[in-house]
């Protein structure tokens, strides 16, 4: 009996993954539970936000009390702001739900980035304590640890998500949700929660209300993106990660230049096929459920300049700071410098929003400065309706390559290892080393070629193959589940391997 208890208890050592055996058993029950109760909306509601708040109390522990704390607060604000009759009024709950919001991801996640300026500035020796925690041990009689704070997993997406919310319905173009229930719902949808993609109101909430509905093909879409997501996850970001990225990273002056170089190039897919394979996952187990999430990736490494890149690479998040962030500055509407402006101050906070350290500013400052150039390049031509191949050629080679120098700084553990790949592989190629590399690390060459390949591949490509699967009767989709099934059994690492976005 002890041991079926433990299902239920949160567990730091045994985290809650779309990789891990623990959590297909719960989507099967979850579902089970589902396919009875489906046809009553409020019931079935009901059920996945319950669910939900479950997934996260197995992903983060108690920090889902801190989740309920954020879906008490703005369903709150929201009524509140829409209820609201006079201007200054409005402003003031709206300026509320912002401070809250950002207080409690500030605390959580910058407080030693602050601290530690502050006490380099004056020279003082501020400690920290999480006060949080010392008020559940009070209030709970709990005996959690104070003198460390602990990042919650997933609090930049769901605060996020809660913020669009609150400013939607100051701009009216939401109505606040009316139960309590509908609102931690959407704030809480478990396939999306912990890493995205960033919902919107206007995305989700609507189909709060709607009947469930799931077509034959729909479901082998579903079916084709959970497999997708796993096989990018395991057994290509995994591999790649453990087998070679991680080891040049980890002590990059002990490698050659080329050894750096395609570490670098490695990066850049480990962490495309983590981030698209969690979305994929999400966005599978969604459509399962009835839910539509919008696409967060769109083959970006075939980008032709910055801005489309922008326009493929974390779209939710990308939107969520060009429509709540770069437009509340002034967007483009006061002129070029302003404007140039605009885009450093976003991109910083896009930098920032990744972690409270120098690393992700340099990270943002880049691509802030990189587009920049892109849109001052671009108004200095009249635009082409058709550009010609050799442009996109270049443009996609320029694109990747500044791409992947920026990610050097996103993945190193700091800036010094981040300046140590850059000389590393500045120093030039031997090809006599070069030539042992390639013959020794032969396998991971293959999983990484393979990944471009098909990252690089037409979309009518993508397309047709996707559609075979999706056509196949349910046998046939049956034996593909069990090769996929196999395949990631053989690849799978006995280290756990968490989301490179479940830190964010």
């Known amino acids: 009996m002890e041991h079926y208890l433990k299902a239920f208890v949160y567990s730091p050592t045994e985290p809650f993954l779309f990789t891990q055996p623990a959590f297909w058993i719960f ?58 009759k006079t201007l200054i009024r409005r402003r003031t709950w709206l300026t509320s739900g912002i401070v809250i919001n950002l207080f409690i991801l500030l605390y959580y996640k910058y407080i030693y980035f602050f601290t530690g300026i502050m006490n380099t500035l004056f020279h003082s020796n ?25 990042l919650p997993v997933g609090i930049s997406f769901f605060t996020f998500q809660a913020l669009s919310y609150v400013i939607d319905i100051y701009r009216s173009q939401v109505k606040p949700v009316k139960s309590i229930v509908d609102f931690g719902f959407y ?5 999306q929660l912990v ?57 990059p002056q002990l490698y050659s230049s080329i050894e750096n170089i395609m570490a670098v190039y490695g990066y850049a897919f480990q962490i495309y096929c983590d981030f698209s394979g969690y ?64 885009v450093l101050i976003t991109m910083l906070i896009g930098g920032l929003w990744h972690g409270a350290n120098i690393k992700f500013i340099v990270w943002g400052m880049l691509h802030g400065a990189g587009l920049v150039i892109n849109k001052v390049i671009a108004s200095l031509f009249s635009k082409q309706l058709r550009i010609p191949i050799w442009q996109q050629l270049c443009g996609g080679f320029l694109t990747f ?54 990252h690089w591949l037409p979309a009518r490509w993508k397309e047709w193959y996707r559609g075979q699967f999706i056509k196949l009767p349910v046998s046939a989709k049956f034996i593909v589940i069990v090769v996929v099934a196999l395949l990631i059994y053989q690849f799978k690492t006995s280290d756990i391997q968490p989301f490179i976005y479940f830190q964010f």
């Open 126 to 150: 501020i400690e920290i304590k999480d006060y949080f925690a010392v008020l559940g041990n009070s209030v709970m009689n709990t005996h959690l640890e104070v003198a460390t704070i602990v």
């Open 27 to 84: 989507f099967f029950v979850v579902f089970s539970i589902f396919s009875l109760l489906y046809r009553n909306i409020q019931v079935r509601n009901s059920f996945l936000f319950i669910a939900s708040l479950f997934f996260y109390y197995k992903t983060g522990g108690l920090f889902v009390l801190l989740l309920i704390i954020s879906i008490l607060i703005n369903y709150t604000i929201g009524i509140k702001l829409f209820r609201s």
């Open 195 to 251: 890493a995205g993609p960033i919902i919107r109101a206007s995305e989700f909430i609507p189909q709060i209300s709607r009947k469930f509905s799931l077509t034959k093909n729909e479901f082998g879409h579903a079916v084709f993106l959970i497999l997708n997501g796993l096989i990018k996850k395991m057994i290509i970001s995994d591999f790649i990660s453990l087998n070679f990225v991680d080891r040049v990273f980890d002590a």
């Open 187 to 191: 704030i809480s949808f478990f396939p």
């Open 401 to 454: 390559h500044f791409v992947c120098f920026a990610w050097i700084f996103f993945r190193a553990e700091n800036m010094e290892v981040a300046l140590s790949i850059i000389r590393n592989i500045a120093s030039g190629i031997d090809f006599a080393i070069a030539k042992q590399f390639f013959s020794e690390f032969a396998g991971i060459l293959a999983i990484l070629g393979l990944a471009m390949t098909i």
């Open 279 to 342: 979305t994929d996952i999400a966005i599978g187990l969604a459509m399962l459920l009835g839910f539509r999430i919008p696409i967060n990736f769109n083959s970006p490494y075939k980008a032709i300049s910055l801005v489309d890149f922008w326009r493929r690479w974390h779209i939710s998040l990308s939107t969520w700071l060009r429509d709540y962030l770069y437009i509340s500055l002034g967007g483009n509407r006061k002129g070029k410098m302003i404007t140039q402006l605009n």
